[in-house]
């Protein structure tokens, strides 16, 4: 029997192949987008589930208080975890993390994620060890655990444990070699290292950790949390800090979609996530709105066969296993094909996701899995509808032709579905598109072309010798102009700029959280900076450190003249001798804020960034002189603004994506269409031939053959750019400076889809119109 259902479905596939190229081929391609839209979704919620008490480790992060506003900053000083773990104890256990530069052997290899740690961090977080002994090994001074991928690197041929490794000079014993952490993980980690960290007895605090408690249950989060402002006052008032500062707390499962805290780790988009997530489910609905209509109207050329069947004896039940099976196996087809694309488009995947599928890997295998049958068992339901509806035909109208006389209706209804969510779907496409234009194109008012941004080494010598450095790098030809940049001074930089921050002195002195910087002299000139009012830092005299502050500093500080005021930060004190025009320092995204630029102190100069007016061409020559100013430090550059506009790589790949989906889905519902006119055409053909023999001119057939389906396209795209509107101008109010939601949006998708639409109409319509009315009604 079932045999018979397979060789019966094959059969009818391939007698009406068009139907059948349309069905299985955009089925396949919507289970691939689904999968691979499913696999982001889920690699994006999942972030650090992986460790086995996530639901009870908290990251602990610092805030600085000011009457005006506050900030919270992610590193943390030694003592709170201590105190924390010593004082409460729902507080099981606590961690401290920090990061080091990681320069590896007499080659110094930079690697990153080589973080210092305490020894109890496999008690808290979750890295399964292939090699040692979880416990024990980083109980003892200069050890290392690896992870798999940094231990095969340097140690080739295996046995790591007990090797010696060099970094930043020092040598460290492998005591353990751990899985690789998997990528969806707040702080890459590479290798974990003895930390030897001070705890509560040391007087100063020094805030460089990630601290990180592990609760002996969830509950407990609440009331740590408000035990936190008591354990601030009582820490920092035995520290003498001239900041009021407190603490908070965040749910590690939280943090991947986390903005709140400066000096973070890269962060997820959890609007991008209910993006992508419609997207899944609009290229579903749209699949199993093709795949009824399509089945539905193939049934209409069958309604004979099936009222044979029933005259000759069959059941309804067995004219449904009958089609079930045939859309099981279109299904089954376009799940293999799927699985094919999935592999030809994965590496395009993986570019723009930055997530790689990895089909030897169990939980990746799982996710597929997982997503082909909730695909497959959508498609076998969806193909109910027309199973039911075709086993009901009754034998004298479907021998006469009589039948699905209402399901026209139906077939109407999907096809506005499938354009209003093709034509919602195009609109978001092109705000994405001028959005992503007018960032590309805005003036932010500086000029980052051409400058070479070039981290420098953490060397004293450096800064004792910064002239001598700067003078070899003019001297060499290398670079017309340079600068030298100290605390937050790279630009578009998604590290924080702002820090406490005072205003006057005495009875005016107000305290502030504003962005400020440390730069040289030349800085303003290289960047092109516009000056308002006052002098700069190269055509002023220099006597007491001098402060650049911008146009909105000025505004937030209630100054009438910003010359000559004083403002002091840690680093020291200055008296403002310019004010700038406002320039954007972070993407456009958010909005200027104040900012202060201090002039460097030549005595004890701050060093972190060379800058250098130059050229591609001339990195081979600057990685010539930098290895004999610096032979034991890597080059590490970036032109200012590659980095600047890498802020707005996220964007660019939902822009790349959209791309595809929206024109897939505009194609699967073309298709629709395309199968929809081919039967309303072949249904009337005798009707077209009839009208011909008395006179009816192929333009009246053509408008007569379009004007319902050219309603039904105007009636979805319609409703789709209204959507389509609503939720491009939400989308737009994420950026601080944005295009207007204006007629462009509307008029450009409308046009697109309803000039596709009609054309394919018009074509179908226009072979039917042109047939030999001969040919049609020979046979009557």
């Known amino acids: 029997m079932i045999k018979n259902y397979l060789l019966v479905a094959l059969r009818n596939m391939g007698k009406y192949k068009l139907f059948t190229i349309i069905n299985i081929g955009g089925l396949a391609l919507s289970l691939a987008s689904f999968l691979f839209i499913f696999y982001y979704l889920y690699d994006e919620l999942t972030y650090d589930r992986f460790h086995q008490r996530a639901d009870r480790i908290y990251r602990l992060t610092q805030t600085f208080i000011t009457p005006d506003n506050t900030q919270n900053l992610r590193f943390t000083h030694q003592k709170l975890g201590p105190y924390l773990q010593r004082n409460f104890p729902q507080v099981e256990q606590y961690v401290r993390l920090e990061t080091m530069d990681g320069l590896i052997g007499k080659n110094k290899i930079k690697e990153k994620g080589i973080t210092k740690t305490d020894p109890q961090v496999f008690d808290v977080f979750t890295y399964p060890l292939l090699e040692g002994n979880a416990h024990t090994a980083l109980r003892q001074p200069h050890s290392i655990v690896l992870s798999k991928s940094l231990a095969d690197k340097y140690f080739p041929h295996g046995f790591a444990l007990g090797e010696s490794l060099e970094i930043d000079r020092n040598n460290y014993t492998i005591t353990g070699v751990m899985h690789d952490p998997p990528a969806n993980s707040d702080k890459f980690i590479s290798a974990f290292v003895y930390g030897g960290f001070e705890g509560e007895e040391t007087p100063e605090l020094s805030f460089l950790y990630d601290t990180y408690i592990l609760l002996r249950s969830p509950g407990d989060a609440g009331f740590i949390q408000a035990q936190l402002p008591a354990a601030a006052e009582g820490l920092h008032k035995r520290a003498g800090l001239e900041v009021k500062m407190g603490y908070d707390m965040q749910a590690l499962t939280s943090l991947h979609f986390f903005h709140g805290t400066e000096m973070d780790n890269p962060k997820g988009n959890k ?48 004219l449904i296993w009958q089609f079930l099976s045939e859309s099981f196996v279109s299904v089954l087809s376009a799940a293999v094909l799927g699985i094919l694309f999935i592999n030809l488009l994965g590496v395009i995947f993986e570019t723009v996701s930055g997530k790689h599928i990895q089909f030897s890997n169990t939980t990746d295998l799982w996710i597929i899995g997982a ?37 026209s209706i139906v077939q109407k209804v999907f096809t506005v579905g499938q354009f209003t969510l093709s034509a919602g779907l195009l609109v978001f496409l092109v705000g994405v598109i001028l959005q992503m234009r007018f960032m590309s194109t805005y003036d932010l008012g500086f000029s980052k072309k051409g400058i070479l941004a070039i981290a420098a080494p953490p060397d004293t010598l450096v800064a004792k010798n910064l002239t001598y450095y700067t003078q070899a790098f003019l001297e060499s030809g290398v670079t017309q102009s340079i600068s030298v940049g100290g605390f937050a001074s790279n630009i578009g930089t998604t590290d924080p700029l702002a820090s406490p921050l005072w205003l006057g002195k005495g009875a005016d002195k107000r305290e502030l959280i504003v962005a400020n910087i440390i730069v040289d002299k030349n800085y303003p000139a290289l960047l092109h900076l516009q000056l308002k009012e006052g ?28 010359i000559g005021q004083t403002v002091k930060t840690y680093a020291g004190e200055g008296v403002v001798v310019g004010v700038l025009k406002d320039y954007h320092f972070q993407s456009l995204h958010n909005k200027i804020e104040p900012l202060a630029i201090f002039e460097m102190d030549y005595k004890n100069p701050d060093v972190r960034y060379f800058y250098l007016k130059t050229s591609p061409d001339q990195l081979p020559n600057i990685q010539v002189l930098w290895k004999k100013l610096f032979p034991d430090h890597p080059l590490e550059y970036f032109f200012l603004d590659e980095y600047f506009d890498a802020q707005y790589t996220s964007d660019k790949n939902l822009q790349i994506l959209f791309l595809y989906f929206t024109a897939l889905t505009i194609a699967l519902s073309i298709l629709g269409l395309l199968g929809l006119t081919y039967h309303h055409v072949e249904r009337r053909t005798k009707e077209l031939g009839i009208r011909k023999v008395h006179g009816a ?63 394919v109409v018009a074509f179908k319509a226009y072979q039917g119109a042109v047939a030999n009315p001969v040919k049609i009604l020979k046979y009557e």
Not at 390 to 398: D, H, Q, T
Not at 535 to 562: C, I, M, P, Y
């Open 271 to 318: 609007s991008y996530v209910y993006i992508f997530g419609t997207v899944a489910l609009v290229l579903v609905l749209v699949s199993v709105f093709n795949f009824i209509n399509l089945t539905t109207i193939r049934s209409l050329e069958r309604a004979r066969e099936v009222g044979i069947r029933k005259v000759t004896g069959a059941y309804r039940s067995q």
């Open 535 to 562: 002098t700069s830092f190269d055509n002023s005299e220099q006597g007491t450190r001098r402060v650049l502050v911008n146009e909105s500093f000025v505004k937030h500080a209630g100054w009438t003249d910003a």
């Open 697 to 759: 001119s192929t333009a009246s057939l053509i408008t007569l053959l379009s004007t319902d389906f050219i309603r039904i396209v105007l009636a979805g795209t319609t409703i789709g750019l209204s959507i389509g509107y609503f939720v491009t101008d939400r989308w737009l109010a994420n950026f601080a400076y944005h295009i207007p939601v204006g007629l462009a949006m509307i008029v450009i998708p409308g046009s697109i889809i309803i000039g596709i639409a009609s054309f």
């Open 371 to 407: 997503a082909l049958l909730f695909l497959i068992l959508i498609a076998v339901a969806a193909s109910l509808y027309p199973a039911i509806i075709l086993s009901s035909f009754r034998p004298v109208k479907a021998l006469k032709g009589r039948v699905m006389a209402n399901q």
